[in-house]
């Protein structure tokens, strides 16, 4: 009687603790629940491995991130998708700065998982390929890992880098006479290989400043971009500009300033990512993880549905603010800003946008010192801005008294940005 009367008891006893698990931490048994709220997701979407440039191997890049907190990572190597097999010379790996990177591989993963062959200078690490290591790494409605491909181009002797999320395979560099036709070219190999796949791929143009190579103006052109980087934290790409040339944060005014005009298109969306290389000696003046994201707000954790997110706008880029709440509505055409704040941080924000007259031709690209105007400036946790009219559109950017974690120049602040809003294409 008493074996019985146990037998029946744990299944209650398991019952219970699973509730008081619950009660304690707040977190459901299934972390894909059958009725899903929308919730902002963290990811970076362009890491560079062994697989191309990086100095570290895609587990130990992967590992990282998931353990800080992150929710996706693309791993986007130059011209590669990081299929079949591959050896890498030790040697080569520690000239590109990785002299641990071995060793703290054996360490992580063990040696029945790292494989290598011959000995001394001719000592071979196998690279495992993105299908063989995501399922050492991925969990479960918490972190997975997505393909992706930095298409390395070049024209008119300048890069044009752009980065493909969700790829299925490996995409050629399509060229062109100019950026725009590069650009232009780059994202119709992209289109095509999404409709033959039946894929949902997203592509982005990566550092616009970098090389000085493209211009708003030359982005605004390709219409059929969507995405690009207002925040990339490789130290190497001007973010802030020069005497003579914008910073990219103004490019994206200037850009959709002239998308909303002359080209009656819609707008571009605005992403922060790491551009991540280095991984073993934390050099700020490095390429180094952790220093831009993007926060989507989706229902499932899946590719699919973070890139319609993405797609839709909602989602908001950061180099170390955390965003409560960002909504706009469109009756009272008013932006509201909700921060979840640090404890001993301020915060500014600027509603930013481009204002002509209201029976000015918005066919025409206005005066230049009207174009990526301050609106409004508040302080606080809290901020709105209600349109007025002539503004073509309005976006919010955020920032913290604090200085970033993991500054890429001088002086930087965390800060964050939301999508353009409120505009009207024709």
């Not at 703290?104 to 040696?111: H, Q, T, V």
């Not at 990339?232 to 005497?243: K, S, Y």
């Not at 959709?256 to 280095?278: F, I, K, Q």
């Not at 008294?401 to 120049?409: I, V």
Request: hydrophobic fraction near 35%.
């Amino acid at each position: 009687m008493p074996n019985s009367f146990c037998r029946k008891l744990r299944p209650l006893l398991a019952t219970c603790l699973l509730i008081s698990c619950f009660s304690l931490t707040g977190v459901a048994a299934d972390p894909v629940p059958a009725e899903p709220t929308l919730r902002w997701w963290k990811g970076n979407m362009h890491t560079h491995s062994l697989w191309s440039d990086g100095d570290d191997f895609p587990e130990m890049i992967a590992e990282w991130y998931r353990t800080q907190d992150y929710n996706f990572l693309v791993i986007s190597d130059h011209n590669v998708l990081g299929l079949g097999q591959r050896w890498m010379k030790q040697t080569a790996i520690a000239k590109r700065g990785g002299q641990s990177a071995l060793a703290k591989y054996k360490a992580r993963f063990g040696g029945s998982w790292v494989e290598t062959r011959g000995e001394g200078d001719d000592l071979e690490v196998r690279l495992k390929p993105f299908d063989e290591f995501r399922y050492l790494l991925e969990n479960r409605g918490q972190f997975i890992l997505i393909p992706g491909e930095e298409v390395s181009d070049r024209a008119a002797g300048k890069p044009i880098h752009m980065n493909a999320s969700n790829v299925g395979e490996v995409l050629k560099p399509m060229g062109g006479a100019t950026p725009v036709e590069a650009m232009s070219n780059n994202l119709r190999a992209v289109e095509e290989q999404a409709k033959r796949l039946g894929r949902e791929i997203l592509m982005h143009l990566n550092h616009p400043n970098f090389g000085w190579a493209i211009t708003a103006e030359e982005m605004a052109q390709v219409t059929s971009e969507q995405f690009f980087e207002v925040y990339n934290g490789h130290p190497g790409v001007n973010h802030l500009g020069d005497a003579t040339r914008p910073s990219i944060e103004h490019m994206w005014d200037i850009a959709n300033t002239m998308r909303l005009t002359v080209l009656e298109a819609s707008p571009l969306l605005g992403l922060a990512t790491d551009d991540s290389h280095d991984y073993h000696d934390g050099m700020l003046s490095r390429s180094i993880s952790g220093r831009g994201w993007v926060m989507v707000r989706s229902e499932y954790l899946t590719p699919e549905h973070l890139i319609q997110a993405l797609r839709r706008g909602d989602f908001y880029a950061s180099s170390g603010v955390s965003l409560e709440e960002v909504t706009f509505d469109p009756e009272s055409r008013t932006l509201t800003v909700q921060i979840d704040p640090e404890a001993d941080a301020t915060y500014t924000t600027q509603f930013i946008g481009t204002r002509i007259a209201p029976d000015a031709d918005k066919t025409l690209m206005p005066a230049k010192e009207k174009i990526g105007i301050e609106f409004a400036k508040q302080e606080g946790n809290v901020a709105t801005y209600t349109m007025q009219p002539g503004d073509l559109y309005v976006r919010a950017t955020v920032t913290s008294s604090e200085g970033a974690d993991r500054p890429s120049f001088k002086d930087q602040k965390k800060q964050a940005w939301t999508q353009p809003v409120g505009y009207e294409t024709r």
